[in-house]
């Protein structure tokens, strides 16, 4: 499988189940395929996607693909990736499944991907103690150990008749009916367990953070992004660019800004990259 060098990834951010697909192009063409295909035709329409600003998803085709399904299609603030940081863990975690499963034969990784995503849908989550399989589907997966060492459940199977076949089914649905009045138990546990471990994170990162609140209108003055990066820009540039307006405030420390002139600057933008101008 030649010519594979970009793996497209959607992550639900409940049940952190992984989608992904291996891509030898990032155009919007392949990205409206994968919505279609991998998302909606299997788990049907999304209330919201998140994406970074890349030309893949910042396109005319993808902006009209989620409007025809009333979607509402948000882009994380420019050059800040934790805005979208589910889909960066996400990233993360497949790499790191992968890095395990290949060692050497790098090139093979398209392949071991299907199975690296299934490695990482059936295992519990750390925070939650669910797979996301389990918060997906209301029952654990069958895997592989479970053939080997014979868990209850292949036992049941294994031991299965036709002659008893209506006893069989009974039993089956006695116990679907359990499983899905317990599954949102399990799915409200979940909840809360993620937002303990939010509010843990966001304990820790805010220990290092300096507030910085900016009102609309204000005058700010914008980081060069590239300043630092060795991508062209010269060294001597200063290391900020405006000053701008702050137009409208897009959420928690992500603010829309413009030109004095009142042309719109696309895109929102991290406060963590912006600062007040005091003319």
């Known amino acids: 499988m030649k010519g594979y060098k970009w ?16 891509l030898t192009q990032p155009t919007a063409q392949n990205v409206d ?37 009333h979607i509402n299609l948000k882009y994380a603030s420019v050059w800040h990736p934790h805005t979208n940081g589910q889909a960066e863990a996400a990233n993360k975690n497949i790499l790191n499944i992968l890095k395990k499963c290949l060692d050497d034969a790098k090139a093979r990784w398209p392949e071991e991907l299907l199975g690296a995503l299934w490695a990482y849908n059936t295992a519990p989550s750390e925070v939650t103690r669910e797979s996301p399989f ?12 479970e053939l080997e060492h014979l868990s209850p459940k292949i036992e049941a199977a294994a031991s299965f008749e036709p002659k008893a076949l209506q006893t069989w089914v009974d039993e089956n649905d006695n116990s679907q009916r359990v499983d899905l009045d317990l599954l949102e138990q399990r799915r409200e546990l979940a909840t809360l367990k993620c937002l303990e471990h939010k509010r843990r994170v966001e304990r820790y990162y805010n220990r290092k953070v300096t507030p910085r609140t900016l009102n609309q209108g204000d005058l700010v003055l914008k980081r060069r992004l590239l300043a630092d990066s060795n991508l062209g820009v010269p060294k001597l540039e200063p290391n900020w660019e405006g000053p701008y307006v702050a137009r409208e405030v897009a959420g928690p420390n992500a603010y829309y800004l413009m030109i004095a002139e009142g042309t719109q600057i696309p895109r929102s933008w991290s406060g963590d990259d912006l600062k007040k101008f005091f003319a």
């Open 7 to 22: 793996i497209l990834v959607a992550v639900d951010y409940f049940t952190k189940w992984i989608e992904a697909k291996p």
């Open 33 to 69: 395929n994968f919505l279609w295909a991998n998302i909606i035709c299997r788990y049907g329409i999304p209330m919201i996607i998140i994406t970074d600003n890349g030309t893949p998803f910042a396109n005319q085709r993808i902006h009209d693909f989620c409007e025809e399904h």
């Open 134 to 145: 389990s918060l997906s589907f209301g029952m654990d997966a069958v895997i592989p150990v």
